[in-house]
C-alpha cells in the first residue's frame, strides 16, 4: 500500500489518498478500494450568558484544534473559519455569523441574541449534520 498526497482535496485540506487490496487466504484479491485520509479535528465552544435569552449580548469562545501526525497530539488549527450558528426552540440550526480562528486556532466573538435559544458551531470543511452527537474519547 503506498500513500500519495491527495490532489483533489484543497491546498489547505490536509489529507492523503491510498488503495488497498485485500487478500483471502486462498490469495484470491477479497476486496480493493480507494482511501482519502484526513487529521482528526475538534472543536470547543463556550457561549456566556446561559441560558441564550432574547436581546441579550453573548460572548462565544472556544478553540479548533486538529491532530499533529508528527507531535502526536492535538494543536491549535490557525486562519480556519468557524461558523455560529443559532436555533431557536422547536426550530433547526441557522448561521448567524463566521469567525476566523487566531494562530493559536483559539476564537472569541459577540452576538446578539434576536430570541431564545441554543448555540453551536460548525468549522468548514466540516459539514453540520442533525442527529445524535458521538463523543470521541480525548
Do not use: I
Not at 33 to 51: H, K, Q, W, Y
Request: aromatic share 6%; with cysteine.
Amino acid at each position: 500500500m503506498q500513500a500519495t498526497p491527495d490532489q483533489s482535496s484543497p491546498p489547505s485540506t490536509p489529507a492523503w489518498a491510498t488503495s488497498f487490496t485485500s487478500v483471502g487466504t486462498a490469495g484470491e484479491t477479497v476486496d480493493t478500494g480507494d482511501v482519502r485520509v484526513v487529521r482528526a479535528a475538534r472543536l470547543s465552544l463556550n457561549a456566556t450568558p446561559e441560558p441564550v435569552k432574547k436581546g441579550r449580548t453573548l460572548t462565544v469562545r472556544g478553540k479548533l484544534e486538529r491532530a499533529s501526525w508528527a507531535r502526536l497530539r492535538y494543536s491549535g488549527y490557525s486562519n480556519r473559519q468557524v461558523d455560529l450558528l443559532f436555533r431557536a426552540p422547536g426550530g433547526s440550526y441557522q448561521r448567524v455569523k463566521t469567525v476566523t480562528t487566531a494562530s493559536d486556532g483559539s476564537l472569541r466573538t459577540t452576538v446578539k441574541a434576536a430570541q431564545d435559544g441554543a448555540v453551536a458551531a460548525v468549522a468548514a470543511p466540516f459539514a453540520f449534520r442533525r442527529g445524535p452527537c458521538r463523543r470521541h474519547p480525548r
